[in-house]
């Protein structure tokens, strides 16, 4: 992030939940990404449901630390087309995933992801692939315990490394316009709608 960027961030006037789905979610409200993990205060959770209502991202509750609500923020068509894919069928399979619907494979990784926030199993890393994350990556994650990666941007790349560092190039410059956008006066709703989000 551009030192200009940041010290809009820092001393704007901006509701900080716009920041924070500035900062968290670029990519997935500029179309680049199908999903992203989003972490807010719950009393700001209400603030995110206006701002996404009239939109085609969708919002799904994870779980609840402290004051913190975890959602995973998505465009269902697509998503649901990322996870019908072969390979990554074949491999939530193998973690343990034996339904296929979206629906089901939320409600499955929620369980999961609850049962990580009560310190009852490891995390679900696994979630990459509810991130639309390549699933070379995903499995060289999993297979090489966060190790032996080629390089680390939104998440650690095992495979085509170029790409997807160009890739992350793209997601921080889409952060960068959305916060100033929001520097000259746009509220994140409106910003949303002109995505086509």
Same mark, same amino acid.
């Not at 900080?16 to 997935?28: D, H, M």
């Not at 209400?46 to 630390?65: A, D, F, H």
């Not at 699933?135 to 170029?162: A, H, M, T």
């Given at each position: 992030?551009?030192?200009?960027?940041?010290?809009?961030?820092?001393?704007?006037?901006?509701?900080?939940?716009?920041?924070?789905?500035?900062?968290?979610?670029?990519?997935?409200?500029?179309?680049?990404?199908?999903?992203?993990?989003?972490?807010?205060?719950?009393?700001?959770?209400?603030?995110?449901?206006?701002?996404?209502?009239?939109?085609?991202?969708?919002?799904?509750?994870?779980?609840?630390?402290?004051?913190?609500?975890?959602?995973?923020?998505?465009?269902?068509?697509?998503?649901?087309?990322?996870?019908?894919?072969?390979?990554?069928?074949?491999?939530?399979?193998?973690?343990?995933?034996?339904?296929?619907?979206?629906?089901?494979?939320?409600?499955?990784?929620? #369980?999961?992801? %609850?049962?990580?926030? @009560? =310190?009852?199993?490891?995390?679900?890393?696994?979630?990459?692939? !509810? &991130?639309?994350?390549?699933?070379?990556?995903?499995?060289?994650?999993?297979?090489?315990?966060?190790?032996?990666?080629?390089?680390?941007?939104?998440?650690?790349?095992?495979?085509?490394? #170029?790409?997807? %560092?160009?890739?992350? @190039? =793209?997601?921080?410059?889409?952060?960068?316009?959305?916060?100033? !956008? &929001?520097?000259?006066?746009?509220?994140?709703?409106?910003?949303?709608?002109?995505?086509?989000?």
């Amino acid at each position: 992030m551009s030192r200009e960027t940041w010290e809009i961030v820092q001393e704007s006037g901006i509701k900080n939940v716009e920041i924070q789905l500035a900062l968290q979610c670029a990519p997935l409200i500029a179309g680049l990404k199908i999903s992203n993990l989003f972490q807010i205060s719950i009393e700001d959770y209400i603030q995110v449901l206006k701002i996404l209502k009239n939109s085609r991202i969708m919002i799904y509750p994870l779980g609840v630390k402290g004051n913190t609500i975890a959602l995973l923020l998505y465009r269902k068509r697509s998503l649901e087309g990322y996870l019908d894919q072969e390979k990554v069928k074949e491999l939530l399979k193998e973690f343990g995933y034996s339904c296929t619907s979206l629906k089901e494979i939320l409600v499955t990784f929620r #369980k999961h992801y %609850q049962e990580y926030l @009560q =310190k009852k199993c490891p995390f679900p890393h696994e979630i990459g692939f !509810l &991130l639309g994350y390549p699933p070379e990556d995903v499995e060289g994650f999993i297979r090489n315990n966060g190790q032996k990666f080629l390089c680390v941007g939104e998440w650690k790349v095992y495979e085509n490394s #170029k790409a997807k %560092q160009k890739l992350f @190039q =793209k997601y921080d410059y889409t952060r960068e316009n959305l916060i100033q !956008l &929001l520097s000259c006066g746009i509220r994140m709703d409106q910003i949303v709608s002109i995505m086509g989000a």
